[in-house]
């Protein structure tokens, strides 16, 4: 049996040893558990022949640039390309024994009858991968559950591992994983102060949200489960929807400007009185040139108007001069709160690839004030990038709601 050896932080140490059913992995963004989980698959299907990997997402296409994308880079990083080859459409990984790695979805009856279905003409499947698990339904899990049956060979096992950032406490995972003592069950934790691969930028950016949000830094840099209350929007809805623009009474585009924090930028569609998130680019750290580039694989994007942070008058001209149809936002007294108020007057339906957009929202909640255990009127200046976007790109609908749409495509 062929030995591979990995850099990795030790508080994954009793993940690597786990033979148990399940394996559920709560922690802090940054805890680095989804990079620790891609290594431990490669290390895994080298070493291990007749095992075979399912990874899914609640959408299927998020898992190119999730789990997909860690499993690809795990292989690069450990140095043991020459033993698996990768395939991108269908995203599939092959390992030299014969072992393989899937990927699928369950976000609609479809999907999950492709999951009943799976076979392997090289033997069992024997691991699944839920990242983002706070995504999935019970009966979601369920279905996934009994696609681990039958009898194996001695040295195999059946395994699945849930990998995600606690969200409110009221969720199944925590009733059916860490509520309760059992055999089949490892309950792990980590934050980002067990990952020694985090950078200093990262861990200033969390001690900021510390200052700022002690609330969210409980869930979010900690990895606690999270207080339901405090949200500052509760009517959005997650599933598939029409990326079609001619669907939709009116589009537009909403960018807010970062680098330090995210630079986020939704693509937005209006109809019946509902706005809808349908695209995201979601991205630290890059120029505006960087990213620029990344829209060059949506050419519909430049006959769209995108309303950007008007505090930042350079960089709208730099994406008119890019032929985009930028334009700044317009702000006044209080205005945070007004745009929070018409989002609240209609149903927001996002779409399962804007993941991001879907994390922020979750977690957006007003201030509290702990010494008078009051939520206060003002949001939470913190991880709310996608929320500033589809706020700026909202203005033409605020502008024009209650009388006929003008649309701006």
């Known amino acids: ?13 009793p993940v690597h040893q786990a033979k148990h059913r ?9 805890s680095g558990k989804s990079v620790d989980t891609a290594q431990q698959y490669v290390v895994r299907l080298l070493t291990q022949p007749g095992r075979n990997l399912l990874c899914v997402r609640k959408s299927e296409v998020t898992n190119r640039d999730s789990t997909f994308a860690e499993l ?8 043991v390309s020459s033993s698996f080859s990768i395939n991108i459409s269908p995203l599939e990984i092959r390992c030299v024994n014969g072992n393989k790695i899937i990927f699928r979805g369950m976000n609609d009856a479809k ?16 691991d699944i991968w839920m990242e983002e698990a706070t995504e999935f339904t019970q009966a979601d899990f369920e279905i996934l559950d009994d696609r681990l049956r039958g009898k194996l060979s001695p040295e195999l096992f059946y395994q699945i591992k849930l990998t995600f950032n606690p969200v409110a406490a009221t969720h199944w995972i925590k009733g059916a994983f860490f509520d309760i003592d059992s055999e089949d069950v490892l309950a792990h934790h980590s934050t ?3 990952n020694r691969f985090i950078d200093a930028a990262y861990h200033k950016r969390m001690e900021r949200r510390k200052q700022l949000d002690p609330e969210g830094y ?4 900690l990895g606690e489960w999270g207080e339901v209350g405090g949200q500052v929007l509760t009517n959005y809805h997650i599933g598939d929807y029409s990326t079609d623009v001619s669907m939709y009474d009116s589009v537009s585009l909403g960018q807010d400007f970062g ?18 998130v349908l695209d995201e680019i979601y991205k630290y750290e890059l120029d505006t040139t960087e990213i620029i580039q990344l829209t060059k694989d949506k050419p519909d994007w430049r006959h769209i108007i995108m309303y950007c942070d008007c505090a930042e008058p350079d960089r709208i001209k730099e994406w008119q ?11 006044g007294v209080n205005s945070e709160n007004q745009h929070i108020d018409w989002l609240k007057g209609r149903k927001i339906f996002i779409d399962t690839r804007c993941t991001n957009t879907i994390k922020e929202i979750q977690q957006w909640k007003w201030q509290y004030d702990e010494r008078r255990s009051v939520w206060l009127d003002k949001p939470v200046n913190f991880m709310d990038d996608a929320m500033a976007a589809l706020r700026y790109g909202t203005q033409p609908w605020r502008k024009h709601s209650g009388g006929r749409m003008i649309n701006v495509k």
């Open 1 to 13: 049996m062929a030995t591979v050896t990995v850099n990795s932080n030790r508080v994954f140490a």
């Open 22 to 30: 399940y394996v559920a992995m709560k922690g802090s963004a940054g």
């Open 72 to 79: 690809a880079g795990a292989i690069s990083r450990i140095g």
């Open 111 to 126: 999907q999950r009858e492709k999951i009943k279905s799976i076979t392997f003409a090289e033997g069992d499947l024997t």
């Open 192 to 194: 980002y102060l067990d």
């Open 218 to 221: 409980k869930v979010y840099g």
């Open 259 to 276: 680098f330090n924090h995210a630079n986020a930028i939704l693509l937005l569609g209006f109809k019946d009185d509902n706005v809808y």
């Open 321 to 331: 001069k890019a032929g985009y149809r930028a334009k700044p936002v317009k702000k």
